[in-house]
């Protein structure tokens, strides 16, 4: 079982930026894919943006694109939302996901973390 634990969020103004990071610990073997998604507050769960095992490929949802940038150094470093550019919509909770699996997007992910804030003001 994979633990995943994200920080980085907190209250930021309309246009600022905040870097959201994924640290995985627990049974890690083999490639995995992991993902960021998000959830308004009334709203169904929304996929935000995924990586491949190997960082070689990146998918994003049609409204974060071009404003944000998921990373990851290589399968065993820390996932990263860079996320510049920020509206009041993007106001959620944000969650890391995982799965092991060499695809990147669309795919059901299995193993969530407990999600962290992210507050846009007007």
């Given amino acids: ?17 905040l870097r959201l990071s994924c640290a995985a610990s627990g049974r890690i073997y083999g490639p995995y894919a992991m993902a960021w998604f998000r959830q308004a507050p009334g709203k169904e769960r929304e996929f935000v943006a995924a990586i491949r095992w190997d960082g070689g490929s990146t998918y994003y949802g049609d409204s974060v694109k071009g404003r944000f940038t998921i990373s990851r150094d290589n399968a065993k470093s820390p996932l990263y939302l860079q996320m510049n550019n920020l509206k009041p919509e993007d106001t959620a909770v944000y969650y890391c996901a995982a799965e092991r699996s060499t ?5 059901r992910f299995t193993s969530w973390g407990q999600g962290t804030q ?5």
């Fill in 1 to 17: 079982q994979v633990q995943l634990l994200e920080s980085g969020g907190g209250l930021v103004q309309a246009g600022g930026s």
């Fill in 103 to 107: 695809q990147t997007y669309p795919q």
């Fill in 118 to 122: 992210v507050t846009v003001s007007p």
